[in-house]
């Protein structure tokens, strides 16, 4: 009998993108599916962005690119990090892989090694956990709840380092949750961090544009730690440009020169069009970044009023992203038709086949008692999803 290795049999599937297949098979029945649970702006990819995919083209940007990505797009992203964060890198430093996932990926396939402590504070991404298994690494898990806007304390940081610990992964603005880690928050965490000299930081930033609290804030700007802290971002969320696959890192050089060569061996440079469209992305006009955040925020403020109206649903008001992250388990012990729900997976399956609304359950982001939805999607379906979940959770009893 043919089986595959402990390494895949370790890992779960990603619950968002299976969401999102049960989602897509209903609606091939013809069933009207609103689905909220893919982590995707709802945005087409800006003109400006497409031509200069075009004359790349055009131009015959169809051979193999260098694996770290090509210069003048490391040099623009060099560029943004000096212009938008205030933060110094070389090329050198720069990684330009398959989408920011890959870039994670890579970093911890890089330093991570059996018996290396990754903490992972909780909510988190469902991919960062899966991640760190394939790298043979132990999870550390530091929830923080909803009364805590989901942010990890430095108390809570201190209490979870030993030293087996190699990494921390932090996501702000943050999937699942959108909350943010302020300035001085961060700076409560780095001042932690600089006691604990083996410890890299990897801070994916991914959601960055997305912010409505004034202006980012990366963890790299504290002089302490900077040479310990992998900035992970991408073209993905601000630009809406998902299925482009352009991530990046900015990393201490030794780190940077260790994912070079893994890339090299794995899949080499990335896709030679996305990259040339994607330095256009940094380089050009930028008013369609604020222009989709401003709408993510009205399309937040929208769901939040219209989910307040929502009883046994415990809110919080996220600063960033486009994702709500409520506390749903009031719901949980109740039943309507036939069927018990006793945790947010069966919470997000009754609201699919019931209520033909997609969302995520918050156990595959290590918060079982919350469930996810994703707001990047037009207001009509926005009202629309919400008045079927209000309906669907009232009929449970």
Not at 99 to 115: E, F
Not at 186 to 211: F, Q, R, T, W
């Amino acid at each position: 009998m043919t089986q595959v290795s402990d390494r895949l049999a370790s890992l779960s599937p990603s619950e968002t993108l299976a969401m999102s297949q049960k989602s897509n098979e209903l609606k091939a029945q013809g069933i009207d599916v609103i689905n909220l649970s893919v982590g995707e702006p709802d945005f087409f990819t800006p003109s400006h962005i497409k031509e200069a995919a075009k004359k790349a083209v055009d131009d015959n940007f169809s051979f193999y690119s260098p694996v770290p990505g090509y210069m003048d797009l490391r040099k623009a992203i060099v560029a943004k990090l000096k212009n938008e964060n205030n933060l110094t890198y070389t090329t050198d430093q720069i990684i330009v892989s398959g989408g920011a996932k890959q870039s994670v990926c890579n970093v911890l396939m890089s330093i991570i090694g059996p018996g290396d402590e990754v903490i992972v504070p909780a909510p988190y991404w469902v991919s960062y956990v899966e991640m760190v298994k394939l790298a043979e690494g132990t999870n550390v898990i530091v929830s923080a709840g909803i009364d805590q806007d989901f942010k990890i304390t430095p108390a809570q940081l201190e209490a979870a380092i030993t030293p087996k610990t190699k990494a921390i992964i932090l996501c702000s603005p943050s999937n699942p949750t959108g909350s943010v880690y302020s300035q001085a928050e961060l700076a409560g965490l780095a001042e932690v961090l600089a006691k604990y000299p083996n410890v890299i930081v990897i801070s994916d930033e991914i959601y960055e544009h997305i912010n409505y609290v004034g202006s980012h804030q990366s963890i790299a700007q504290f002089e302490s730690i900077h040479d310990r802290v992998v900035i992970v971002n991408g073209v993905s969320k601000a630009y809406a440009m998902t299925g482009w696959r352009i991530g990046f890192i900015a990393a201490p050089l030794w780190i940077a020169k260790a994912c070079n060569k893994l890339q090299s061996q794995y899949t080499s440079g990335p896709c030679s069009v996305a990259q040339k469209a994607a330095e256009v992305a940094f380089t050009g006009d930028q008013t369609c970044v604020s222009d989709m955040r401003v709408a993510f925020e009205r399309r937040r403020n929208l769901v939040i009023e219209l989910c307040k109206e929502i009883p046994g649903m415990k809110l919080n008001v996220p600063e960033g992203a486009f994702y709500l992250f409520p506390e749903v388990s009031s719901y949980y012990g109740k039943s309507a038709a036939g069927r018990l729900i006793s945790d947010g997976n069966d919470l997000a399956m009754y609201l699919l086949e019931v209520g033909h609304v997609a969302t995520v359950g918050g156990g595959a982001f290590g918060a079982p008692e919350c469930l996810r939805f994703s707001y990047a999607t037009s207001d009509e379906n926005l009202i629309e999803a919400v008045k079927r979940i209000k309906e669907s959770l009232a009929n449970l009893k």
